[in-house]
T-cell receptor
Framework: DTGVSQDPRHKITKRGQNVTFRCDPI?????LYWYRQTLGQGPEFLTYFQNEAQLEKSRLLSDRFSAERPKGSFSTLEIQRTEQGDSAMYLC??????????FGPGTRLTVL | GNSVTQMEGPVTLSEEAFLTINCTYT??????LFWYVQYPGEGLQLLLKATKADDKGSNKGFEATYRKETTSFHLEKGSVQVSDSAVYFCALSDVPLSGSARQLTFGSGTQLTVLP
């Protein structure tokens, strides 16, 4: 069990650029979640996959955000035309059947 | 909707002091309750959990009891160490009425600093 991994750990980009983050869940976990955490706050739910199907999306996930999990293993989160308000820590979590979620180290995005 | 309210920090204690971090929740169903800990520069680690009323979760000397009557899940430790310095998040997991995801709803976190 190598845990949930995320790449990159840090990303600095200019406003208007596109960015993509990757999450590799724990291998036998079929559920995968994305959260966003801003400074001094708890994480907020963005979206959820069960296997390759995206079953739930938060209202926080604007049209500029898209997430995929093409083969039910790793997932990507893309943000198009980044804005300064997108600066945050993006966290990925995975879980088996049941409700305990295991988090990765996060990707910290800074939009200049 | 679901919500979690945590005791505001920061909390500063001396080593070996007693710790309590208050957490109360509002939920529409029968949630599971969690405490996660976040060390500087790292992601969240599960500290303990409880899935039904009167359950007690415990780990590494930390404890919390699921109290349905007071909708609370307060975190306690009898004797804190410098290495316990971190941000602690209370969270609940419940299936929303409109979907299937057991998304977590978090409190805003409590920063704990333990001084030697």
């Amino acid at each position: 069990d190598t845990g949930v991994s995320q790449d990159p750990r840090h990303k600095i980009t200019k406003r208007g650029q596109n960015v993509t983050f990757r999450c590799d869940p724990i291998s036998e976990h079929n559920r995968l979640y994305w959260y966003r955490q801003t400074l001094g706050q708890g994480p907020e739910f963005l979206t959820y996959f069960q296997n390759e199907a995206q079953l739930e999306k938060s209202r926080l996930l604007s049209d500029r955000f898209s997430a995929e999990r093409p083969k039910g293993s790793f997932s990507t989160l893309e943000i198009q035309r980044t804005e300064q308000g997108d600066s945050a820590m993006y966290l990925c979590a995975s879980s088996p059947i049941g409700d305990t979620q295991y988090f990765g180290p996060g990707t910290r995005l800074t939009v200049l | 909707g679901n919500s979690v309210t945590q005791m505001e920090g920061p909390v500063t204690l001396s080593e070996e002091a007693f710790l309590t971090i208050n957490c109360t929740y509002t939920a529409t169903g029968y949630p599971s309750l969690f405490w996660y800990v976040q060390y500087p520069g790292e992601g969240l680690q599960l500290l303990l959990k409880a899935t039904k009323a009167d359950d007690k979760g415990s780990n590494k000397g930390f404890e919390a009891t699921y109290r349905k009557e007071t909708t609370s899940f307060h975190l306690e430790k009898g004797s804190v160490q410098v290495s316990d310095s971190a941000v602690y998040f209370c969270a609940l997991s419940d299936v929303p009425l409109s979907g299937s995801a057991r998304q977590l709803t978090f409190g805003s976190g409590t920063q704990l600093t333990v001084l030697p």
